[in-house]
């Protein structure tokens, strides 16, 4: 997932970063509400994690733009206020979810994964075409029931791709997907990671539609 995180406490910010990078995730880090209203309207996230007590701009204004502007991005409020009204008014100003500080990372991802799920409309916690079958909370993989093994970019792609068997993603779409601000893409990035993903999945495994980009197809296709 591409994740926003918006958070000005640098010892929280680097563990959770870390964390989540570790896991296969891109993360984009902020320190302040003005730099996450930018970046949330320059940059489409999967995900932002957004801490309510900012320098700049308060989290709830942020959240509130981003609302007001039909803006639906998933975002999942952690925050040290575990007032009661602070949860509700998060909760009605439009976050997804709410996370009190501190938390354990354990359910922060759980967090995630349902508020993914929900977001893509589904109820069942894999990702899965039949033939290829992505399982988010452990990231395993399987082609027809067999397991494979990717690295966390190729892994990054898949998940991207299987979110929506049938529909097409570009270069530009599967790039910002799976690379941070700060990562340097080389043009070929995505055909390299194509390849070595159809050399581990089978060559059907994903189609590429020319000039348009590539999708995996749906289940019985
Ligand atoms: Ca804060």
Redesign the pocket.
Known sequence: MRILLV???RMIGVDLSEALRTDGHSVDWVTDGLAAELALQATRFDLALL?L??PRKAGREVLRALRHRDDATPVIVITARDALEDRVEGLDLGADDYLVKPFELAELKARMRAVARRHAGRARPRLSNGTLTVDPATREVWVEGREVTLSAKEYAVLYALLERPGAILSRRQIEERVYGWNEEVESNAVDVLIHYLRRKLGAGAIKNVRGAGWMVPKSGA
């Open positions: 958070e000005d406490d801490d007590g900012l």
